[in-house]
């Protein structure tokens, strides 16, 4: 079935560091992925997405590209905010069947 | 410009009680979902409804209901609250045959006792 496992958390930053959080993805066909951002005591907003194989998504300085072949869609920036601090969540769904498949979520502190 | 409306925000409820969790959607989205969130678990899955008239079981549906009442509005019902219910409900929607992406609730955050 389809799945998506993302790197433990929590990660720890200093401010202008460089963020990695790393997605797999197991799925048949060719679903789209996306991260999920949710501040605290807040719901899930929509980050960034791809749709296709080698397509870059990119919003807020924080980009991710479609990998097929090592099924990975890993999210990057390259000098994070305190402001950034939240949980990230990678998903992934078929634009025909609809249902959004998501990591366990990786909580994100940057500290000043 | 309200998108995606949950109520109740906050819920205490006795083990076996019953309640249902409303969510509204004005941006006339075809598919609606429930989703819990618990620590470590991420999202998932408990009904969702791919169009009007029609709901379907997800991951975790035991112990709830749903009814999509019309395009709008999407309910889960918890019929004999137990402590394993204890969660934050999502409830979102979604553009059928689209790939934007999904528009989510603030969520409601229930605790069983």
């Known amino acids: 079935g389809n799945s998506v496992t993302q790197m433990e958390g929590p990660v720890t930053l200093s401010e202008e560091a460089f963020l990695t959080i790393n997605c797999t993805y197991t799925?048949?066909?060719?679903?789209?992925l996306f991260w999920y951002v949710q501040y605290p005591g807040e719901g899930l907003q929509l980050l960034l997405k791809?749709?296709?194989?080698?397509d870059k998504g990119s919003n807020k300085g924080f980009e991710a590209t479609y990998r097929k072949e090592t099924t990975s869609f890993h999210l990057e920036k390259g000098s994070v905010q305190v402001s950034d601090s939240a949980v990230y969540f990678c998903?992934?769904?078929?634009?025909?069947?609809?249902?959004?498949?998501f990591g366990q979520g990786t909580e994100l502190s940057v500290k000043p | 410009n309200a998108g995606v409306t949950q109520t109740p925000k906050f819920q205490v409820l006795k083990t076996g009680q019953s309640m249902t969790l409303q969510c509204a959607q004005d941006?006339?989205?075809?598919?609606m979902y429930w989703y819990r969130q618990d620590p470590g678990m991420g999202l998932r899955l408990i009904y969702y409804?791919?169009?009007?008239?029609?709901?379907d079981k997800g991951e975790v549906p035991n112990g709830y209901n749903v009814s999509r009442l019309n395009k709008r509005e999407f309910s889960l019902r918890l019929e004999s609250a137990a402590p394993s219910q204890t969660s934050v409900y999502f409830c979102?929607?979604?553009?059928?045959?689209?790939?934007?992406?999904?528009?989510f609730g603030s969520g409601t955050r229930l605790t069983v006792v």
């Open positions: 979102a929607s979604r553009k059928q045959g689209t790939d934007y992406g999904y528009t």
């Open positions: 799925a048949t066909g060719y679903p789209s």
């Open positions: 791809a749709t296709k194989a080698d």
């Open positions: 998903a992934l769904s078929h634009v025909q069947g609809g249902k959004l498949i």
């Open positions: 941006m006339n989205h075809n598919s």
């Open positions: 409804s791919a169009s009007e008239g029609t709901t």
